[in-house]
């Protein structure tokens, strides 16, 4: 049986951890429910974006980072995997792919709507994943969407298997040494509103198992983005993986390279030895 959450405002950070931690106890077995987390009216204003272009690095006044309008649906996200039906603890995925299909730029200060579902299980070695779909409409036209890739670690898992693009780069692509400071993932909290233990503090992120604070992928995915849409077309599809995290703080290399379609990119370690992200910006 399917069901649509209708909501007008997004709830305070208290009440979305509050959400969180009922999700605690859960097994990770089971469907995904039918379920459609539905926002009707929505416009965003130059104030909601500062803070987030400048620890990404954009420098727009009239449009919306198309990685931005992923960290404005993200409370939707926890919306719906905090819903009863759902079988996994939210603590417990791990984000790791992401792509995002901008038909055309949305514009600061339109109205638009915002849509938040399930989509397939994915299989994977490490454990069950599965999709979470996003779009925005204006004027009842689909102007930008975004797949999502999650995983609860266990046994393998069942459902179709991931095909996506992980490109090669080659030994004489452009690189860029990124020095990325200790405070970075709470800089990046404070203008996404993802305030995750695992990005904020050592000591928080021991508590989930990792040996020190990491940065948060999307905020990798919209730095790249900043450095690449200028070169791009308005119309595009943008694709990230992520692989090994970051640990703050961190100096890695940037590296990416022109294609017949658009670019291809990475993140690897200082060596060039261990990729952190693969993905590529493909012109639509």
Known sequence: MSKTIEIQSFASPAA?????????????????PEITIHLPKAKLQPEDL????????FDHTLIVPATYIHTFVFPMHTLLLSQPEVPYPLPGLVHFANSIKQIRPLYVGEEFSATVKFGNLIAHEKGQAF?????????GKRIWEDTSIYMFKGKEGIGKVLEWEQPTLAENSIKATWDLPNNLGIAYAKASGDFNPIHLHPLTAKLFGFQRHIIHGMWSAGKILALLEKRAEQSFEFTVLFKLPIYLPASVIYRHEKTDTGFSFDVMDRKQEKPHIKGYLKNL
């Open 50 to 57: 500062k803070k987030y272009n400048s620890v990404c690095g």
């Open 16 to 32: 979305s951890y509050a959400r969180i931690a009922t999700t605690l106890l859960k097994k990770g077995k089971g469907n995904l």
């Open 131 to 139: 999709e979470l779909f996003s779009y925005i409409e204006v004027n």
